[in-house]
């Protein structure tokens, strides 16, 4: 099993669609949680951290299920602009230092 | 958020050369520094990881020797390409974990690296 795996898609949804991503990871010890954006050819910006309670940006709501090993992203009233690949990231801190472990990313493209 | 700062943005070398790229954290300490690859349409692959005053922890398959990583400060990490190949080509980007934010992982703008 990989350590963090997300469906890479693309999802294709219009304008206005909710649209919903999720994420599992491996490792339980996990300890922080993340969900980045990605637009071509540009450096990975994050979007919002990820917390068992939720965490809310606007259109955005993050969720994470420690039980079940899964973190998920809601996107509501989807824009043109929300177009890109969103990276699902854990870090892990071990004996070796930090681990720091990506999925390999979901597409959205959102059409008109 | 904290900013992390990546430089050259672009540069275009000679094959047999060496390039060097830096990367800084600017507003906070970063003792763990993250470098990576990635390719047109691929994903991020980690190259290493560097720790502030040790060696870096290098990814299998990436060689140390080739891709030099010096993280002398809190704040400054580089990534040297030696003897750079048109194989190696390719968008660099770094990241620092800021611990007293949580954890939370910023990127530098990416380095583009074309050898011809």
């Known amino acids: 099993r990989k350590e963090v795996e997300q469906d890479p898609g693309p999802f294709n949804v219009p304008e206005g669609a909710t649209v919903a991503f999720n994420c599992t990871y491996s490792n339980s010890a996990s300890q922080s949680f993340f969900w980045y954006r990605q637009d071509c050819r540009k450096e990975p910006k994050l979007l919002m951290s990820?917390?068992?309670s939720g965490n809310e940006d606007g259109r955005f709501t993050a969720q994470l299920n420690r039980a079940s090993q899964y973190i998920s992203l809601l996107i509501r009233d989807s824009k043109l602009s929300d177009s890109a690949t969103y990276l699902c990231?854990?870090?892990?801190?071990?004996?070796?230092?930090?681990?720091?472990?990506f999925g390999k990313g979901t597409t959205l493209s959102v059409s008109s | 958020g904290a900013v992390v700062s990546q430089h050259p943005s672009w540069v275009i070398c000679k094959s047999g050369t060496s390039v060097k790229i830096e990367c800084r954290s600017l507003?906070?300490?970063?003792?763990?520094m993250f470098w990576y690859r990635q390719f047109p349409k691929q994903s991020l692959m980690l190259m290493a990881t560097s720790n502030e005053g040790s060696k870096a922890t290098y990814e299998q398959g990436v060689e140390k020797d080739k891709f030099l990583i010096n993280h002398a400060s809190l704040t400054l990490s580089t990534l040297t390409v030696t003897s750079a190949h048109p194989e190696d080509s390719s968008f660099y980007i770094c990241?620092?974990?800021?611990?007293?934010?949580?954890?939370?992982?910023?990127f530098g703008e990416g380095s583009w690296l074309t050898v011809v």
């Open positions: 990241s620092a974990r800021y611990r007293a934010g949580g954890n939370t992982i910023y």
């Open positions: 990231v854990v870090i892990l801190l071990n004996q070796a230092g930090t681990a720091l472990i």
């Open positions: 507003d906070f300490q970063a003792t763990t």
């Open positions: 990820v917390y068992s």
